[in-house]
């Protein structure tokens, strides 16, 4: 009988240690602060999960092409993730640089209107736009969180039109840095040194420059002292202040 209790009691102790079954997957998520089920309480969670899968990338895999069905909708977890068009005569123009907490996806039309390809190893949540539309009807918080990130993509896309039309090579370059900088800020990472996971051809067709011009206009704010260039894509940017005035042409 004694053998029985003891045996009983480890068996619930182990039980103890096991996580309640109805607590979603999604808690563990390390960026969930960031992405659009922040505004779900623990509760609401499980449905997310339930409509959920997560998906991994290898480097330079695609997510979707651009005139693609628009069947899903997803939020990167980890990595780095690049959004492009394809001009008429082969051209490429990348129109931004997505990290953890990002949403992308989000399409008016039946079609995806942009390619997504990965720049690093990437994890993503994958969701069904058919599943998750009267998730966001039940859930108008959701939806509203949803909304705020469609207005800062917003924000983003004419804060890259400046960057395009008004701006030389060097301003170009101190503003994407600076950018890099707030962005891993907000995610709750060190703005300095920035990493730059993405290569130099991706900048230019960020910044509609060529290679050449990106390399070297690294090169002259290294050699002014603005920046230090450290293997990893590491860029420590002792002279942060330059670079602000640098980035409004001062």
């Given at each position: 009988m004694q053998r029985l209790d003891i045996k009983s009691a480890l068996t619930r102790r182990e039980a103890a240690k096991k996580p309640p079954e109805d607590k979603s997957p999604c808690s563990a998520c390390s960026v969930r602060h960031l992405t659009v089920c922040a505004a779900l309480d623990e509760s609401e969670l499980a449905e997310v999960s339930a409509i959920s899968k997560t998906i991994e990338l290898a480097a330079g895999g695609p997510l979707f092409d651009e005139g693609e069905k628009a069947s899903n909708l997803y939020n990167v977890t980890a990595g780095t993730i690049k959004i492009y068009k394809l001009l008429s005569d082969g051209r490429r123009q990348v129109t931004g640089f997505l990290?953890?907490?990002?949403?992308?996806?989000?399409?008016?039309?039946?079609?995806?209107?942009?390619?997504?390809?990965?720049?690093?190893?990437?994890?993503?949540?994958?969701?069904?736009?058919?599943?998750?539309?009267?998730?966001?009807?039940?859930?108008?918080?959701?939806?509203?969180?949803?909304?705020?990130?469609?207005?800062?993509?917003?924000?983003?896309?004419?804060?890259?039109?400046?960057?395009?039309?008004?701006?030389?090579?060097?301003?170009?370059?101190a503003s994407f840095l600076l950018s890099l900088s707030q962005r891993a800020q907000d995610r709750g990472q060190s703005g300095n040194p920035v990493t730059l996971a993405m290569s130099r051809t991706d900048i230019g067709d960020f910044l509609g420059l060529t290679t050449e011009t990106v390399s070297r206009t690294f090169t002259h704010l290294r050699s002014a002292g603005v920046i230090v260039l450290h293997p990893g894509g590491k860029v420590e940017i002792p002279g942060i202040n330059r670079l602000r005035e640098i980035s409004e042409g001062l």
């Open positions: 990290f953890p907490g990002d949403f992308v996806g989000l399409a008016n039309e039946s079609l995806y209107a942009y390619s997504a390809e990965a720049v690093t190893v990437c994890t993503v949540c994958r969701f069904s736009r058919r599943e998750l539309e009267p998730l966001l009807d039940r859930h108008p918080k959701m939806e509203r969180r949803l909304l705020g990130m469609a207005s800062h993509e917003l924000a983003a896309a004419q804060e890259q039109m400046l960057l395009l039309g008004r701006k030389t090579a060097k301003e170009k370059i």
